[in-house]
């Protein structure tokens, strides 16, 4: 019997596996596996959305304008080049449905962010995957991947889930290298957590070149995951057609409120960052002591690996396995062609030095 078909290849997509949230038969759960903020939203985000639910049945502003204000002011950007989406990941996947298609290649390094691939997939381009220097984006490995079928090139800085960072001289190098009639999105995700002094969030690159867009998030620093809030920054050209492919209404009345709130709450994200600043260090210093690989981090997670010979045991999927059974929950990254690792969020102090304790007796077993 003849059935209606969907588009050709969709069929060969993984789809995305998101982190646990549960263990069967733990009283107290500690997840730590999706990076999200330390103390979740912000107090005055809590107040501002939970005032607002009476008016629940209103559409929201379709062109999130009092956000978009905010964040020009906040960052000094024009609000013309701002768009707002729901999470990020809705801004991907529009870049990707505007800019790319059969025939066409969508490139991103080794180790990137797994919606990548997956929205580059379903508008039925190819996906190159360009090696990596250890864990790190090469640049020279990206260009050199670049051919006349390139038509995307996302970059993740820092990158997720390694949590390493190309400086703003290679960003530069890169964008030098990269054709005209390739679009790079730079993602900056994690920018707030970075605290060198030769990282930027290149939004300076936006300004000068017709074919850079940078992309934020509310979902990590701002405790916002649940709600979906990102944006993005783009020459003109670019955002008049993410103006065109949106939907109308792509942004939740609760969540322009959220955001409006937490973009003021410059209390909020000072602790949080001083918070992740500490905590970060701390649990990077004290992993390592117990003989296990954690490369430098500057986001809100880490990335731990298990090297060969420390005892046949001593795997990521052991240690998972023997984190859970303790209430603990992080993510495995053989997804991200790193079986060797798991990657930690940093969480509350209490979550942390229990997260230590806890590799503390599974590495002395």
Same mark, same amino acid.
């Given at each position: 019997?003849?059935?209606?078909?969907?588009?050709a290849?969709?069929?060969?997509?993984?789809p995305?596996?998101?982190?646990?949230?549960?263990?069967?038969?733990?009283?107290?759960?500690?997840?730590?596996?999706?990076?999200?903020?330390?103390?979740? +939203?912000?107090?005055?985000?809590?107040?501002?959305?939970?005032?607002?639910?009476? =008016?629940?049945?209103?559409?929201?502003?379709?062109?999130?304008?009092?956000?978009?204000?905010?964040?020009?002011?906040?960052n000094?950007?024009?609000k013309?080049?701002?768009?707002?989406?729901?999470?990020?990941?809705?801004?991907?996947?529009?870049?990707?449905?505007?800019?790319?298609?059969?025939?066409?290649?969508?490139?991103?390094?080794?180790?990137? #962010?797994?919606?990548?691939?997956?929205?580059?997939?379903?508008?039925?381009?190819?996906?190159?995957?360009? +090696?990596?220097?250890?864990?790190?984006?090469?640049?020279?490995?990206?260009?050199?991947?670049?051919?006349?079928?390139?038509?995307?090139?996302?970059?993740?800085?820092?990158n997720? +889930?390694?949590?390493?960072?190309?400086?703003?001289?290679?960003?530069?190098?890169?964008?030098d290298?990269v054709?005209?009639?390739?679009?790079?999105?730079?993602?900056?995700?994690?920018?707030? #957590?970075?605290?060198?002094?030769?990282?930027?969030? %290149?939004?300076?690159?936006?300004?000068?070149?017709?074919?850079?867009?940078?992309?934020?998030?509310?979902s990590?620093?701002?405790?916002?995951?649940?709600?979906?809030?990102?944006?993005?920054?783009?020459?003109?050209?670019?955002?008049?057609?993410l103006?065109?492919?949106?939907?109308?209404?792509n942004? %939740?009345?609760p969540?322009?409120?959220?955001?409006?709130?937490?973009?003021?709450d410059?209390?909020?994200?000072?602790?949080s960052?001083?918070?992740?600043?500490k905590?970060?260090?701390?649990?990077?210093?004290?992993?390592?002591?117990?003989?296990?690989?954690?490369?430098?981090?500057?986001?809100?997670?880490?990335?731990?690996?298990f090297?060969?010979?420390?005892?046949?045991?001593?795997?990521?999927?052991?240690? =998972?396995? #023997?984190?859970?059974?303790?209430?603990i929950?992080?993510r495995?990254?053989?997804?991200?062609?790193? +079986?060797d690792?798991?990657?930690?969020?940093?969480?509350?102090?209490d979550?942390?030095? #229990?997260?230590?304790?806890?590799?503390?007796?599974?590495?002395?077993?």
């Amino acid at each position: 019997m003849a059935s209606p078909q969907p588009l050709a290849g969709l069929e060969k997509i993984a789809p995305y596996v998101a982190g646990e949230s549960e263990i069967t038969g733990v009283e107290r759960v500690i997840k730590l596996a999706a990076n999200e903020g330390a103390f979740g +939203p912000s107090p005055k985000t809590l107040e501002a959305v939970n005032a607002i639910g009476s =008016d629940f049945h209103r559409y929201p502003d379709g062109d999130c304008s009092e956000l978009r204000d905010l964040l020009a002011e906040k960052n000094n950007l024009p609000k013309e080049n701002l768009i707002c989406g729901a999470g990020s990941d809705e801004l991907i996947n529009l870049l990707c449905r505007s800019y790319a298609g059969p025939g066409d290649e969508i490139l991103y390094p080794a180790h990137g #962010f797994a919606m990548y691939p997956i929205y580059g997939l379903t508008v039925g381009a190819s996906i190159v995957a360009a +090696p990596e220097n250890g864990i790190t984006v090469d640049v020279d490995q990206i260009l050199a991947h670049v051919t006349e079928k390139t038509k995307l090139l996302f970059i993740a800085n820092p990158n997720n +889930p390694t949590g390493t960072y190309i400086p703003t001289s290679e960003v530069s190098r890169l964008i030098d290298g990269v054709p005209d009639e390739v679009l790079l999105v730079l993602d900056s995700a994690y920018a707030e #957590f970075v605290e060198v002094d030769d990282y930027s969030d %290149s939004s300076e690159f936006v300004s000068t070149n017709d074919n850079v867009v940078m992309l934020r998030t509310f979902s990590k620093i701002y405790g916002m995951g649940g709600i979906r809030l990102g944006w993005g920054y783009a020459p003109d050209a670019v955002i008049d057609i993410l103006n065109r492919m949106r939907s109308p209404f792509n942004v %939740s009345y609760p969540a322009i409120v959220a955001g409006v709130a937490a973009i003021q709450d410059d209390e909020f994200l000072k602790k949080s960052q001083e918070h992740n600043k500490k905590w970060l260090a701390w649990t990077t210093e004290n992993i390592r002591a117990l003989d296990l690989e954690v490369p430098d981090s500057v986001c809100n997670f880490i990335l731990v690996r298990f090297p060969e010979g420390q005892g046949k045991n001593a795997t990521a999927e052991s240690a =998972d396995v #023997f984190l859970k059974s303790k209430g603990i929950i992080v993510r495995r990254m053989g997804g991200y062609g790193l +079986p060797d690792a798991l990657r930690i969020s940093i969480g509350l102090e209490d979550e942390m030095k #229990f997260v230590v304790e806890t590799l503390a007796e599974f590495v002395s077993n």
